[in-house]
């Protein structure tokens, strides 16, 4: 049963252009989700993330939109560059879970193509 | 500040076999957490020490266990290896709760059991 899923297995995009990755996650306890950034051969890099009570944050090229409602996050990268290829994992935190855990996607795969 | 630290970052394991992999997290960080990745499957949560204690764990079987030590490095051990726990291991460091702090990863340690 996977509470946290990424439909999309690969997306690819023109240079300059918006990326757009989706997450739908099934747990009405998660209320706190994050993006990682992964390069084959390297650990997930934290990208950016948002709290339940917004539905929306931005950094830099990077905005996080939650629907809460709908149970549905994306990522908008914007303007794509070459260097964002890599494989997008989203992640799933619950306030009733008292320590560290979360609940990954299966990830997409971005290729941002020059 | 060095970031969390993963060894070995390659194994060759037979079946049958045990193995243990280490981690250091960042100074100052209590938490480890530790995940499994496999193809197609993302990243899936084994378990989180924190201040030396187990403090969440996953639907992994009892082969899988871990401890943390006093200066928080932490270490996870898999006895009687099985094909399928040919994985890259991922450990996790967080300042306390993923809720409100990013964890951050280690580059992980690929273990293949032939």
């Known amino acids: 049963d996977q509470q946290v899923k990424q439909n999309s297995p690969s997306l690819s995009v023109q240079e300059g252009r918006i990326s757009i990755l989706n997450c739908d996650y099934t747990?009405?306890?998660?209320?706190?989700f994050l993006w990682y950034k992964k390069y084959p051969a390297e650990g997930p890099t934290f990208l950016i993330s948002i709290s339940s009570i917004k539905d929306k944050n931005e950094d830099g090229r990077f905005t996080v939109f939650l629907n809460k409602s709908a149970k549905h996050l994306s990522l908008h990268i914007v303007p794509s560059q070459p260097g964002d290829s890599a494989v997008y994992f989203c992640a799933a935190a619950a306030r009733d879970n008292a320590g560290n855990m979360l609940t990954f996607g299966g990830g997409t795969r971005l290729m941002v193509k020059p | 500040k060095a970031g969390v630290t993963q060894t070995p970052r390659y194994l060759i394991k037979t079946r049958g076999q045990q193995v243990t992999l280490s981690c250091s997290p960042i100074s100052g960080h209590r938490s480890v957490s530790w995940y499994q990745q496999t193809p197609g499957q993302g990243l899936q949560f084994l378990f989180e020490y924190f201040s030396e204690t187990q403090r969440n764990k996953g639907n992994f079987p009892g082969r899988f266990s871990g401890r943390q030590f006093s200066n928080s490095r932490s270490e996870m051990n898999v006895s009687t290896l099985e094909l399928g726990d040919s994985a890259l291991y991922l450990c996790?460091?967080?300042?306390?709760?993923?809720?409100?702090?990013?964890?951050?990863f280690g580059q992980g340690t690929r273990l293949t059991v032939v």
């Open positions: 996790a460091s967080s300042l306390d709760r993923a809720y409100n702090t990013e964890a951050f």
């Open positions: 747990n009405s306890m998660f209320d706190y």
